[in-house]
């Protein structure tokens, strides 16, 4: 079975500075993995997709994430973080068999000005 | 496009009533899905169906039951309301997980 662990409940950071929200999975099987952010009472969009190929992958809002299979970790990353970004942001991961999304437990984003 | 629509959006339940939370999409999506998020806990798969006739259990599906008889709907059934199932319900659809799925608005439900 497939499982990710999100290591940080919450970071805060100030507006304009770096931030990265960590993420590592467990699985005997290749996997894919996801990043989807939830803003205050709304439902989750997608942020980012890794599927295969290149192992940085951009999405939206200029967030970024690397996959790394040695160290089973796909961490998300944004160089300049505004106001806007402060939401829930969950790692979720799956396999091509069972087909089914496994989400972590989230994390936390909190943007001061 | 409505997307995902859930209903209803909020609903307060007696322990032991049941109760049927109703999801449709309307994007020939093939792939649904039902979450229940808690605090700390994040989002956990009670039941998933990647097709009309064909459903499965996820990690949490004790208390609930599904059927898919079209490829738009997929309600979620309480069959007797516990408190333990006080959450946040949210449906989701995709054409294929590697797609990314699309979520609903999601139904906040209180059982007393």
């Known amino acids: 079975a497939q499982s990710v662990t999100q290591l940080d409940s919450q970071v805060p950071v100030f507006e304009e500075a770096p931030v990265e929200l960590r993420c590592n999975y467990s699985?005997?099987?290749?996997?894919?993995l996801f990043w989807y952010v939830q803003y205050p009472n709304q439902g989750l969009q997608l942020l980012l997709k890794?599927?295969?190929?290149?192992?940085l992958v951009k999405g939206i809002n200029g967030f970024e994430a690397e996959f790394n299979k040695s160290q089973t970790s796909f961490h998300l990353r944004k160089p300049s973080v505004h106001i806007s970004d402060t939401a829930e942001y969950f790692c979720?991961?799956?396999?091509?068999?069972?087909?089914?999304?496994?989400f972590g437990t989230g994390t936390r984003l909190q943007v001061f000005p | 496009n409505a997307g995902v629509t859930q209903t209803p959006k909020f609903q307060v339940l007696k322990t032991g009533q049941s109760m049927t939370l109703q999801c449709a999409q309307d994007?020939?999506?093939?792939?649904m899905s039902w979450y229940r998020q808690d605090p700390g806990m994040g989002l956990r798969l009670i039941h998933y169906?990647?097709?009309?006739?064909?459903?499965d259990q996820g990690e949490v599906p004790n208390g609930y039951n599904v059927s898919r008889s079209t490829t738009e709907d997929f309600p979620l059934r309480l069959l007797s309301a516990a408190p333990s199932q006080t959450s946040v319900y949210f449906c989701?659809?995709?054409?294929?997980?590697?797609?990314?799925?699309?979520f609903g608005s999601g139904t906040r439900l209180t059982v007393v």
């Open positions: 979720a991961v799956s396999a091509r068999y069972p087909d089914k999304l496994i």
């Open positions: 890794y599927l295969s190929g290149s192992t």
């Open positions: 989701a659809s995709s054409l294929g997980t590697l797609r990314g799925y699309t």
């Open positions: 994007m020939n999506h093939e792939y």
């Open positions: 169906s990647v097709g009309a006739g064909i459903t």
């Open positions: 699985s005997s099987v290749s996997v894919y």
